[in-house]
């Protein structure tokens, strides 16, 4: 009798120090902040690791896809009216973007690389073919007019090698010589006089099979914060184009890689060389990817929005004073002067008179907005799409007949583009697993409250099975 009522207190013991032990896990996050320590400590640039390897040779699959604009409308353009374009596309190309001349430094604690891109056409992904031809804007010329309109010689000589030329204000050119490059005419012809004029033109000229610069990023290893950040950029730690230090910064990661355990509530910073500048995205809302949590993050409208909307963005007024409405981006001084004014597709975020301006424009959220899906616990980058348009600022100059009689507008160029990628199937089982195991870990002590709840149950119903008087069983004598 007393061993049984020293197993049945024992029983209730044990679950009230279980209840007390879980409950203070749970408090003191012991468990979950030991995963959050060897996390931190095994995602770090450094060889031999699952993150450097990811790193320096992204195993997800990379798509570029172009659509572009064609005028319908040329000759209204030039006599005042709004333009009017059809869309085709996607031409889809596959990116390969892999980390090269990777060389560590200051004690492991920075990494420095260069990362090429080449693109690799994809058919059975696109609608159309690279010798499809497109009617768009003549951005060689534009560009030409724009920069030499202060100087008579030059300008009047353009309008001669334009007019001898037949070169109107809209050229035809199929979709591989925009993208890639193509010898012009009016270049090749005024680089006669201007020795330093660039005689081939192309969106993308000289920017398949190449990098953009060196990169210097931080290895995470002194802060795992900084996983992956960019420290510096073609030898710099800022950016010169801007008029103001806080929009000259280098901020963030180049959006392949991002930190572990990241919040809901902090801003993902991301630097981008198309872009020119350094930009932030906002937690939007957690979403599923292959069966893996992540939280979604989009650039809020302030990203993009004028000097009056956000003051923190006059800095992007150049020359200072010159602010754009909200939604656009002039990177002619990372451009070499051409007059490219950037935006999110179809004028997405922007002001509206800029999609009234264009027939053709159909903003949507869903179609047309930049976002990225990373999962909370390790960082990685589960999807993401980021979508940028290329304009080009038309204005009336006198000098040049072409321009004098079209409406005064932002026109959209030939294209925009759209970059995506997706968590590869077996990147994704590894990352499922790490994230049932950090589930699992950091439940422990639920799993502990629960054992002390059951023992508590059981001790409850003996002590009470006890209490219960027995029913007494009658005598009956016997004669």
């Known amino acids: 009798m007393f061993l049984k009522s020293c197993c049945v207190y024992s029983c209730g013991l044990l679950s009230i120090v279980l209840l007390v032990v879980a409950i203070a896990l749970v408090v003191l996050q012991v468990f979950q902040n030991t995963l959050y320590s060897r996390i931190k400590e095994e995602i770090v640039l450094r060889n031999g690791t699952d993150a450097f390897n990811a790193w320096k040779d992204p195993p997800p699959p990379v798509y570029m896809q172009f659509y572009f604009f064609n005028v319908t409308n040329p000759s209204e353009v030039l006599n005042g009216e709004r333009p009017a374009v059809f869309e085709l596309g996607p031409y889809t190309y596959r990116e390969y973007r892999p980390m090269e001349q990777v060389s560590f430094h200051e004690n492991d604690t920075k990494v420095s690389a260069v990362n090429p891109k080449t693109y690799v056409f994809e058919p059975k992904m696109s609608r159309g073919t690279e010798d499809d031809l497109i009617r768009t804007v003549n951005i060689p010329a534009v560009t030409v007019m724009e920069k030499f309109k202060e100087h008579h010689t030059i300008s009047g000589l353009i309008s001669a090698i334009m007019k001898s030329q037949n070169e109107e204000l809209f050229t035809t050119h199929t979709v591989g010589e925009l993208l890639w490059g193509y010898a012009d005419s009016l270049l090749s012809t005024l680089k006669k006089f201007v020795p330093e004029i660039e005689e081939h033109f192309g969106l993308f000229y000289k920017m398949n099979a190449t990098d953009d610069g060196e990169y210097f990023f931080f290895t995470g290893k002194d802060n795992y914060k900084d996983f992956s950040r960019v420290a510096e950029w073609r030898g710099e730690s800022?950016?010169?184009?801007?008029?103001?230090?806080?929009?000259?910064?280098?901020?963030?990661?180049i959006a392949s890689t991002f930190h572990?355990?990241?919040?809901?509530?902090?801003?993902?910073?991301?630097?981008?060389?198309?872009?020119?500048?350094?930009l932030y995205a906002l937690f939007e809302k957690e979403v599923n990817v292959m069966g893996i949590p992540a939280y979604r993050f989009v650039p809020p409208r302030e990203v993009f929005a004028n000097a009056t909307e956000n003051p923190a963005n006059e800095?992007?007024?150049?020359?200072?004073?010159?602010?754009?409405?909200?939604?656009?981006?002039?990177?002619?001084?990372?451009?070499?002067?051409?007059?490219?004014i950037l935006s999110s597709p179809h004028f997405y975020q922007a002001d509206e008179k800029f999609a009234n301006d264009i027939f053709g424009?159909?903003?949507?959220?869903?179609?047309?907005?930049?976002?990225?899906?990373?999962?909370?616990?390790?960082?990685?980058?589960?999807?993401?799409?980021?979508?940028?348009?290329?304009?080009?600022f038309l204005e009336k100059i006198s000098v040049f007949s072409t321009l004098t009689s079209i409406f005064h507008f932002w026109?959209?160029?030939?294209?925009?583009l759209f970059q995506s990628v997706v968590i590869d199937e077996e990147s994704a089982k590894k990352v499922q697993a790490v994230v049932n195991k950090g589930n699992l870990v950091i439940n422990i002590p639920f799993l502990l409250m629960g054992v002390a709840i059951v023992l508590g149950v059981v001790f409850v119903v003996i002590i009470c099975r006890q209490r219960v008087p027995q029913p007494k069983v009658p005598f009956v004598e016997v004669c």
């Open 238 to 253: 800022s950016l010169t184009w801007w008029t103001t230090n806080e929009c000259n910064m280098i901020n963030g990661t």
């Open 411 to 416: 026109l959209t160029l030939c294209l925009y």
């Open 361 to 392: 424009m159909n903003p949507k959220k869903e179609h047309h907005e930049t976002s990225i899906d990373i999962n909370p616990l390790t960082g990685i980058l589960l999807r993401a799409a980021k979508r940028m348009q290329v304009n080009v």
């Open 315 to 340: 800095g992007f007024c150049v020359p200072p004073g010159n602010c754009l409405a909200s939604g656009l981006l002039n990177v002619s001084v990372c451009k070499q002067d051409a007059p490219i």
């Open 260 to 278: 572990p355990i990241v919040e809901k509530n902090e801003v993902i910073y991301i630097f981008s060389s198309d872009l020119c500048r350094s």
